[in-house]
């Protein structure tokens, strides 16, 4: 019999929901921190791993903007990006939709051009010596303003032909998804694609207003839309994808244990939901880690591995006929697999 995780770990996989400041390994930071002399609040390694403990999403976002700050030049930005397709080349990750958030750059002097050149041309060297294309995405960041979101977007202006789609993530309670509306009507018009985090600690009615009012194409976590049993419905009758990320629920106290992650109940409820890692380096793993997570404690069967990376093309933004492609090559493989 065939082992799920070890069928999810060989089979091709895109990962849809990855905030590339949250990829920082430590060992990457101390040597960028010491090349740019900056200096980081930890004397080594062990000692900012041992600070990665948190109590919900405001802690990690606290550290998670600190380990940023030591990020500078083009090459910084190259090297960080680098580092995370070499890894997710190991877990046979075949395509990616990572975000990067402009504004934790640019509130400290770093020019957008710095920051999304560099970016850009490690996913274009990953696509012509991995073979792993992409999509980029540019999250806003929730708690500062509209008027910041607009000045962020202005500054994108001469880059829109390198950015797929828009998104919406740090801290959610008390920054609803309406606080943006404008501005996503704006993208919207521009022809990018839009995403959010929504019902990650925020309630289900954030769910609801990043669908009907941000009229978003995917929904980055969705966990607490389980909440309001008709949005269940409505996610599943449009086949909405969602953007799940089991460790980071479990670090950021989202679930208190993995034995009551509601994944197994979200694909029991016909929700299109994909497996990610938010920010590998910070929650302890990448996206082959966080399926072990899940099928050491929900005991995964070969049925669910296999939806779980159909469906991480499914939810992407694709061509039809690359998604077709995906799971063609994904049935070959469990047919030979399972033969
Ligand atoms: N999980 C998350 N939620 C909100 N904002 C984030 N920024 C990076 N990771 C995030
Ligand atoms: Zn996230």
Redesign the pocket.
Known sequence: MIDAYELFAKLPKAELHL?IE?SFEPELMFEIARRNEIDIPFATVEELRKAYDFSN?QD??DI?YQGMNVLQTEQDYYDLTWAYLERVNEDNVRHVEIFF?PQGHTERGVPFETVITGIRAALEDGKSQLGISYKLIMSFLRHLSEEDAFDCLEQAKPFLKWIDGIGL??S?KGNPPEKFARVYEDCRGLGLKLVA?AG?EGPADYVWSALNILKVDRLD?GNRSLDDPELVVHLADRQMALTV?PL?NLK?CVVQDMKNHPMRVMLEKGLLVTLNS??PSYFGGYVNDNFKALHDALDMCVEEAVALAKNSFTGSFLEASDIRGWHDLIDAQVAEMAG
């Open positions: 905030h949250g999403l990690f976002l998670y958030d993530d740090s959610e985090h990650e976590h990320c980071s950021l938010d920010d």
